[in-house]
């Protein structure tokens, strides 16, 4: 609770120079004080009792009456403020209008003024917020269509000229082989094959995660065909389970826990020298939860803080991406291996497609 800020003449003037609407509310739950900014914003939206006496749960009922979720939070809010449960509280909601959707962040905070216990509530306009959020994802989903689609390219590429140029190569070394069988040579082509298979299968790998399978099917049918498709390439044993309903979790759900899953295996083929990876994915408790972990050397010591310094930029953007959705992203080094785990909230009430077996 803060302290007393002082006289209340004081308390008045500093909020009506705030450009947020602010209100005091008292123990009863009646406003106490309110700024030009508030008073203004009242009148614009023709509320009625919105001044000073009016009782404040009134004001969340009119809300909640013209369909605004956010008058029933602040409601449950004022109950745990008066119950000792918070002493913080935060909502936004949305206002439609003629020209555009108007977003609004309501706060509440606790505070002590001449002994007296207040609500501090302020409310203040976030659409050009929210539009450039809303913005950004749109440029890096695009961004992501283009990567995918210059990876598909590239994969392709390399499948059918790369690959192919080194078969053919392949079978010439053979060729040689067979003309020339002197210790010497066969120890040298040994050499060449060993070099030769490490680059094919390195390519295949490359080529697969280029282009992987598509999400057109589904999350769980994806990683699951992806685990199966990228142990063929690598000589990984990978196994993928799913725990839980299969639901339709959302394109931006889905598009960043298949790319955690795509990075985490490429890094995990590159650097840890595993023999074997667990890919887990459960949905359980209203969240989504996505567990990669390999019995490889691990990330090196001092790293796991730092999480993405030594994962790429992939891990990194993965991370910015999840923390969007209110979700984390984690890479630990663990007893035997590392472990990358992400984790999302979901939605309400999300329709169920099919029961996993």
Not at 55 to 65: G, I, N, P, T
Not at 338 to 350: D, F, I, K, Q, T
Request: hydrophobic letters at 40%; a negative charge; glycine letters at 8%.
């Amino acid at each position: 609770m803060a302290r007393d800020p002082g006289d209340r003449g004081v308390f008045q003037a500093t909020i009506d120079n705030l450009p947020e609407q602010v209100a005091l509310v008292d123990a009863a739950g009646k406003i106490a004080m309110v700024n030009h900014a508030w008073a203004k914003e009242a009148r614009a939206f023709h509320l009625g009792p919105f001044g000073i006496g009016d009782d404040y749960r009134q004001v969340c009922l009119k809300f909640a009456e013209y369909g605004y979720q956010v008058g029933l939070d602040v409601l449950r809010a004022l109950d745990e403020f008066d119950e000792g449960q918070r002493s913080y509280s935060e909502h936004t909601y949305s206002i439609p209008g003629p020209d555009r959707e108007s977003f609004y962040k309501v706060a509440l905070t606790s505070i002590e003024l001449q002994r007296a216990r207040f609500i501090a509530i302020s409310s203040h306009e976030i659409t050009d917020l929210v539009t450039l959020k809303r913005r950004n994802r749109e440029l890096e989903r695009e961004n992501l269509q283009i990567q995918q689609q210059i990876g598909r390219r590239i994969g392709r590429e390399i499948h059918d000229t790369t690959a192919q140029e080194l078969a053919v190569l392949h079978l010439s070394v053979e060729r040689l082989r067979s003309l020339h069988r002197d210790k010497q040579s066969l120890e040298v082509f040994g050499v060449i094959d060993n070099a030769l298979t490490h680059v094919i299968d390195e390519i295949r790998a490359i080529s697969f995660m280029l282009h992987p399978p598509s999400l057109d099917h589904g999350l769980v049918e994806a990683l699951g065909t992806m685990s199966r498709g990228f142990a063929r390439r690598t000589k990984l044993a990978i196994d993928f389970t799913f725990t839980g309903e299969v639901v339709a979790w959302g394109d931006d759900i889905e598009q960043v826990f298949y790319r955690i899953a795509q990075e985490a295996l490429t890094n995990v083929y590159r650097h840890a020298k595993a023999s074997h990876v667990a890919v887990r994915l459960a949905s359980r408790c209203g969240a989504l939860h996505l567990v990669i972990e390999d019995d490889g050397i691990g990330i090196a010591p001092g790293s796991c803080q730092a999480d993405a310094e030594g994962s790429g930029v992939g891990i990194a953007s993965m991370r910015s991406r999840i923390a969007e959705l209110g979700g984390r992203l984690s890479i630990q080094r663990v007893k035997v291996g590392s472990r990358v785990s992400a984790s999302v909230r979901l939605p309400g009430e999300m329709p169920v497609l099919r029961t996993a077996s």
